[in-house]
């Protein structure tokens, strides 16, 4: 499997499952929540927090609108719309040299989203 954003993009349009999740990060990912105050490290703990966003918003009309990249950094924005407040973010994605995720950040405006979406995602996790 190809690492990288193109790796990222498929996991997206799958669902963000979680063995191609696992198979995208480093063992030393982190993840910042937009929702969460404290950073989660580790594999398997961004893993299964980036799963559980992917099934919050898999079903809003969750598109990517522009991309930046500059070398291993990429900022992808992004709109959605969950539970009928229109949504707008950034996921910034930092690759290492293997291609691997090892740090993500989700920023999401406007505050009733944002909160929507910890809801939804507090109800994601709850299922695992």
């Known amino acids: 499997m190809r690492f990288g954003l193109a790796a990222w993009h498929r996991a997206m349009l799958a669902g963000c499952p979680d063995e191609l999740l696992i198979d995208l990060l480093a063992d030393e990912a982190v ?3 937009p929702v969460l105050h404290t950073p989660q490290q580790g594999k398997e703990a961004v893993a299964l927090h980036l799963g559980a966003i992917c099934r919050a918003i898999g079903t809003t009309g969750f598109t990517y609108v522009r991309e930046l990249v500059d070398g291993p950094e990429a900022a ?11 949504m707008s973010g950034v996921h910034l994605i930092r690759f290492n040299l293997e291609g691997r995720i090892v740090d993500f950040t989700v920023l999401v405006r406007p505050f ?17």
């Open 112 to 128: 009733d989203a944002a909160d929507r979406l910890w809801r939804k995602m507090a109800e994601a996790l709850q299922d695992e």
């Open 76 to 86: 992808l924005e992004f709109t959605a719309q969950i539970d009928g407040v229109e």
């Open 31 to 33: 993840f910042h929540s």
